[in-house]
């Protein structure tokens, strides 16, 4: 059989407006899923400390809870972006939308440790589908020319679900009790899954349109991978243990070790030091709001003056990461200090973050394969904030504040251990971006 060739005329036409006002119910759809997978996601994080204390759980138990959450979405990711693969995009996003709605629901009426651990664990495989589901829908809609500026605007859409989680949950935890973070998030996710179902569709054929993009086009991919419309697993499995998306999967472990660890605890540690519950919830958005401008700014400096060298850039903001954990660890000498010195943190965090499991997982493997790589990347990774979370309730068990400080210096670590391997795998890419350019 012969392989089709590339249509490079296809992305040099402009947008007809009937692409385009599709392409802006895509992003606005797909940008509403993920930021509506936070809201079944993070309510218990905001909740934890309060869900402790009524009913006589210490921290270790409830690390144990979300650790439940944690290895099941690990394992979720490889199931879900293959299935996705397979499936597309729209079939993730609103069968895992629709699960994850119904085990919060259970959480807010559940008095049972046992029921909170197991249905932790449903929605943790559930939850899986949002990332890979979200990337995979907006691929094939999003030219390579301009897919570093939208992606980066585009991917602060767990920024904004995570702010909201905290704003709208912190205020449902401060005037109603933890039950109804619970039931308000779930409810404003009802509304989010019918923007899905009305507006998200896997590609421009799916509505009579032409295609945006050609999806066998080699672009930069540095990942040999089929692009037809369906793939067997044992080319899934090449995928996945492909060198350069190994070494991408354990960067990315270290970026959630750390995002996940300000994720879960840092409402938790504020508290501790001083501040009462919903205040700390309050002071812990600056994290995700100077995320937001990360994200951003990371995404239009990819296009702009790193010609989509993804590698080198998530770099350069890991040496930042490593001055503002620095920061921490010398001037955080109150949690409002904490507070505000971790927003730094947050800014170079968040930017490697979008890149790896967005624009780069594209490039590397083509439009057709975002939503295997994006997953495999992040099913790695995933492993970081198993890990993280009972680290961490480990460090704080005994002594608090000594555990804080250790966890603040295991972060250090862990982003010089991230700059190191963005250095090596910025050569890696280089080369072979280099050794696959024509003559």
């Given at each position: ?8 005329a ?76 397979e ?7 609103l ?8 085990c ?122 089929s ?40 409402p ?11 205040e ?6 600056i ?49 409002v ?54 680290i ?38 280089s ?9």
């Amino acid at each position: 059989m012969s392989k089709p060739t590339s249509s490079p005329a296809v992305e040099l036409r402009p947008l007809s407006p009937e692409q385009s006002a599709w392409r802006w119910k895509i992003l606005i759809a797909t940008y509403c899923a993920y930021a509506g997978y936070y809201l079944t996601r993070k309510a218990f994080t905001i909740c934890k400390n309060t869900i402790a204390v009524e009913f006589n759980w210490d921290l270790q138990d409830v690390a144990h809870i979300w650790t439940a959450y944690l290895v099941a979405y690990l394992i979720g990711q490889f199931i879900n972006s293959f299935i996705g693969r397979e499936k597309g995009p729209r079939f993730l996003l609103l069968g895992g939308l629709g699960i994850s709605m119904a085990c919060n629901a259970i959480f807010g009426f559940t008095n049972s440790y046992s029921t909170f651990l197991i249905f932790m664990f449903f929605n943790g495989l559930v939850q899986a589908s949002g990332w890979p589901g979200a990337v995979g829908g907006v691929s094939e809609w999003l030219r390579p020319h301009e897919r570093g500026t939208i992606m980066g605007i585009w991917s602060t859409s767990y920024m904004v679900g995570n702010i909201l989680v905290k704003s709208l949950g912190g205020l449902l935890l401060d005037h109603y009790g933890w039950r109804w973070s619970f039931f308000g998030l779930t409810l404003a996710t009802v509304g989010v899954w019918l923007v899905v179902y009305w507006w998200q569709r896997n590609r421009p054929e799916d509505v009579g349109l032409p295609p945006i993009v050609d999806p066998i086009a080699p672009e930069d991919r540095t990942v040999e991978a089929s692009q037809a419309t369906s793939v067997s697993f044992s080319e899934y499995f090449r995928m996945a243990f492909n060198p350069i998306v190994l070494s991408m999967g354990l960067a990315y472990f270290c970026i959630k070790f750390l995002r996940y660890a300000l994720d879960s605890w840092l409402p938790a540690f504020l508290d501790i030091q001083g501040m009462d519950a919903a205040e700390a919830s309050y002071y812990s958005m600056i994290f995700d709001y100077t995320g937001v401008g990360g994200s951003i700014v990371a995404g239009w400096v990819l296009d702009r003056f790193f010609r989509g060298n993804w590698a080198m850039l998530c770099f350069v903001m890991g040496l930042g990461m490593v001055f503002g954990y620095y920061s921490v660890i010398m001037w955080g000498t109150s949690p409002v200090n904490t507070a505000i010195l971790f927003g730094l943190v947050g800014f170079m965090i968040y930017g490697p973050d979008t890149l790896l499991c967005g624009a780069a997982a594209v490039q590397v493997a083509g439009v057709r394969n975002g939503v295997a790589v994006a997953g495999i990347v992040n099913g790695f990774g995933s492993i970081g904030p198993v890990v993280q979370e009972e680290i961490i309730g480990l460090l704080v068990r005994d002594d608090v504040h000594a555990g804080i400080r250790d966890s603040n210096r295991l972060a250090l670590a862990m982003s010089v251990l991230f700059a190191l391997l963005m250095l090596i795998l910025s050569f890696k890419v280089s080369k072979r971006r280099t050794d696959c350019s024509p003559e």
